[in-house]
């Protein structure tokens, strides 16, 4: 089945750094990944559509510049929060298309997600 | 009124009944349903999709999909104790950009031994 690696799991940064989480489809190509932010007992967010080799599209009320998001080829995409506030810490999540017929509506897959802890 | 929406619960359910889990959406060109189990601290992972109207079966899973209603629904057989957990109702709607996903809150269940 398809499998999404997200790294690291867990950080802490303090206020002011910035931090890069790593989003990797391992067994598939996916030309289409999902960031997701959520904060505790709160459904998942969606951030922004990470598309390979373009910009990103962002989510309404999402800040680009402090979320960068850099989708470079059909295996990584990343995601860079910069200058850290304690406001941003939360469980970030991506995800990925698997492989299905048809392909645009398959399941999404899910990264294990990065604990995000800004002090 | 919100695209998906799920009862939070939670849902107590005694080990070996049934849980019932029902969403609501309100965009009729829905196409493509999705429930995803998210257990605490940890991501979302499929559990099962469904695409036609009625019902489909996975093990002791059982989604069930009525577009004239607009509703789909996951039945869990024979529930167990590591079945407590989140479940999130998410599908794509008409147009969403990218093939988006968008969820229902989620519905907290919890099985009882």
């Known amino acids: 089945g398809a499998v999404v690696s997200q790294h690291p799991s867990r950080v802490i940064c303090k206020s002011g750094t910035s931090v890069k989480i790593e989003c990797r489809s391992l067994?598939?190509?996916?030309?289409?990944m999902f960031w997701y932010r959520q904060f505790p007992k709160q459904s998942l967010m969606l951030m922004a559509t990470?598309?390979?080799?373009?910009?990103?599209?962002?989510e309404q009320g999402v800040e680009k510049d402090k979320f960068l998001i850099n989708h470079a080829s059909l295996t990584l995409s990343t995601l860079t929060v910069t200058s850290a506030h304690p406001e941003d810490s939360s469980f970030y999540i991506c995800?990925?298309?698997?492989?299905?017929?048809?392909?645009?509506?398959?399941?999404?897959?899910f990264g294990n997600g990065t604990r995000l802890t800004v002090t | 009124q919100k695209e998906v929406e799920q009862n939070s619960g939670p849902l107590s359910v005694p080990e070996g009944a049934i849980a019932s889990l029902n969403c609501t959406y309100s965009?009729?060109?829905?196409?493509?349903f999705f429930w995803y189990r998210q257990y605490s601290g940890k991501s979302p992972e499929l559990i099962m999709f469904?695409?036609?109207?009625g019902d489909k079966e996975d093990g002791r899973f059982t989604a069930q999909l009525n577009k004239a209603s607009q509703y789909v629904s996951l039945l869990i057989r024979d529930s167990q104790p590591s079945d407590s957990a989140t479940y999130l109702c998410?599908?794509?709607?008409?147009?969403?950009?990218?093939?988006?996903?968008?969820f229902g809150g989620g519905t907290r269940v919890l099985v009882k031994p």
């Open positions: 995800s990925a298309r698997g492989q299905g017929h048809p392909f645009y509506n398959s399941p999404l897959h």
């Open positions: 067994d598939f190509q996916a030309t289409t």
């Open positions: 469904i695409y036609s109207n």
């Open positions: 990470s598309n390979e080799g373009s910009k990103a599209t962002y």
């Open positions: 998410a599908l794509i709607a008409p147009k969403a950009a990218g093939n988006k996903l968008t």
């Open positions: 965009d009729r060109g829905s196409q493509s």
